[in-house]
């Protein structure tokens, strides 16, 4: 079939730093079906740019990450706005309180996240500090939460495996895992997970994922940046998933919502990562959304809502294609 593919560039800013993506269209030649994804490149951990990936899409060439946006326009979008539309539904999603930046932690940031119902807060650790760490987990501890610890991949296997096997069983019990602690290595994996329960999230492939033993006890998933084909092989996966942003735009959470609905799994975790835009600086989509609390809805009307504000974006035609 053939479709014809255009692109609107997005920024979302946050205190630090502005996010780069997309947002495509997607439009069946011949019946006029739409559907739309939002693609969010992260240069820095090896994917191409925002710029690279139009020159490449401009010349009808499909990146990892548009391929997976397109699929999700093609099947998921017009798939759920279909489903959810019609019909009156009401999703629930229960999401973790992120902190992105573990040295602005203040005692404060946890209270708040009590106070906002929260069950888990997730810390991203940019240096290691072992005092801060344990103090971390002594403070959530006083507040029933459950802490899940992501330093993407930057810690010293060593330096990591003594810290936490001398880690008091009390505040071992209070982490619901560690996800990426260094690039995977199964020995260092397998050790470290004897410890505490490690997750995977930029280091697993689809190969992996019929392996038995596997040295991790959760896999992350960010359903931006995959393919159908992977969707089919995860919905066999016997570990819990918690499905996490990559720093999305709403279009993009809105997606990650869509596929929870649509490809419920008994046994996938029942806390994500999803409402991650609440780092950036408001905009009008936002509105799709309550975030005031641990749980985000997929109402009925947020693909009305969603369509609405796609249509007044200036859209800039790309390539057409045959899917
Ligand atoms: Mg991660």
Request: net charge neutral.
């Amino acid at each position: 079939m053939k479709f014809k593919i255009s692109h609107s560039l997005y920024k979302l800013k946050a205190p630090r730093a502005v996010q780069t993506g997309l947002l495509l269209k997607l439009e069946n030649s011949d019946n006029g079906d739409r559907g739309y994804c939002a693609v969010q490149p992260h240069p820095h951990l090896g994917d191409p740019t925002v710029d690279q990936i139009l020159v490449e899409l401009n010349a009808g060439r499909l990146s990892q990450l548009t391929r997976a946006g397109l699929d999700f326009a093609r099947f998921g979008w017009i798939r759920a706005k279909n489903q959810f539309q019609t019909k009156p539904f009401l999703f629930r999603c229960e999401n973790n309180f992120l902190i992105q930046h573990m040295e602005d932690l203040v005692p404060f940031s946890l209270l708040e996240a009590k106070q906002l119902k929260f069950h888990t807060v997730k810390f991203k650790i940019t240096t290691f500090d072992a005092d801060k760490i344990t103090q971390a987990l002594e403070v959530a501890k006083g507040h029933g939460l459950k802490v899940r610890l992501d330093p993407n991949g930057k810690l010293n296997p060593n330096q990591a495996i003594s810290y936490f096997r001398a880690l008091p069983g009390d505040l071992r019990d209070v982490i619901d895992y560690l996800e990426d602690p260094f690039p995977y290595s199964e020995a260092h994996w397998r050790e470290l997970n004897t410890y505490v329960p490690l997750a995977n999230d930029f280091f697993w492939q689809e190969a992996m994922l019929g392996l038995d033993n596997l040295p991790f006890q959760n896999l992350i998933l960010k359903p931006v940046r995959h393919t159908q084909s992977t969707w089919q092989t995860l919905a066999k996966f016997p570990k819990p998933i918690s499905l996490t942003s990559s720093m999305d735009h709403p279009i993009g959470i809105l997606q990650a919502l869509s596929f929870l609905a649509l490809n419920k799994q008994s046994h996938w975790s029942l806390i994500h990562g999803l409402n991650t835009f609440t780092s950036f600086e408001p905009i009008s989509y936002d509105h799709m959304f309550d975030y005031s609390s641990p749980v985000l809805e997929l109402r009925p009307n947020a693909f009305l809502l969603a369509l609405k504000l796609l249509e007044e974006e200036t859209w800039r035609y790309a390539c057409e294609l045959t899917l």
